[in-house]
């Protein structure tokens, strides 16, 4: 069965704290993305990743960063939290090509303090 | 620019009655259109897809959509809801390159006895 993992469901961490979100999929996958999910806002990409080492910016990167050592880690980081950060990050990855069903993670909610 | 509209924020429907989930795009090529579920405090759950060809689409649970080019419309349908279909339900239309999803902002459907 297909399988994304957040390792964190819920973190509370103080303002200026360096933040890591974990996820990470045992499908083969070499598409993988980080939206954050607000009220009223729905899903906005922050980050993208397809292959190893690479990653692309989404529609609101400021703020965050990316790792990608291994095809099926992809972390995102927080490197100074923010109370405006305080949401709902979700993981996804997709194989190519396009067009493959989109496999999401359960959730992280992160509050920051 | 891609965007994806769901005019309706919040759904009421009683139990045993028709739905259909409005979702309008805007997308400069051959769209590729899911509709995800994502129930309280989890992540999202495909419900169906259009790639091409027919243009009345099957899902899980009951689900079924209609895609009509002439409208930029992927309206979700289903002819009898139940309690458990309560959740909140988002649109997304498929970019390239790389598989990234553009998000509606949701429908939260709130289902009544």
């Known amino acids: 069965d297909v399988k994304v993992t957040q390792s964190s469901r819920y973190l509370v961490k103080r303002t200026g704290e360096k933040v890591f979100l974990e996820c990470v999929q045992d499908?083969?996958?070499?598409?993988m993305f980080w939206y954050r999910q607000d009220p009223g806002l729905g899903l906005r990409l922050i980050y993208f990743s397809y292959d190893v080492k690479m990653k692309e910016k989404g529609d609101i990167p400021e703020g965050y960063s990316v790792s990608r050592e291994k095809k099926e880690r992809f972390s995102l980081i927080l490197e100074s939290a923010s109370t405006n950060q305080t949401s709902m990050y979700l993981c996804?990855?997709?194989?190519?090509?396009?067009?493959?069903?989109?496999?999401f993670g359960e959730g992280s909610w992160l509050t920051v303090v | 620019a891609q965007s994806v509209t769901q005019p309706d924020i919040h759904i009421t429907v009683s139990e045993g009655a028709s739905l259909e989930l409005r979702c309008n795009y805007s997308?400069?090529?051959?769209?590729?259109l899911f509709w995800y579920v994502q129930s309280p405090g989890q992540g999202l759950q495909l419900l169906l897809k259009y790639f091409s060809g027919d243009t009345l689409v099957q899902g899980i649970k009951g689900f079924e959509a209609e895609f009509k080019r002439s409208q930029s419309s992927f309206n979700l349908r289903k002819p009898s809801v139940h309690w458990s279909d309560a959740a909140e339900y988002f649109c997304a239309v498929g970019a390239h390159p790389p598989d990234k999803l553009i998000f509606g902002t949701g429908t939260r459907l709130q289902v009544f006895p």
């Open positions: 996804a990855s997709t194989e190519v090509p396009s067009g493959n069903t989109i496999y």
């Open positions: 997308y400069g090529a051959t769209p590729y």
């Open positions: 499908m083969d996958h070499e598409n």
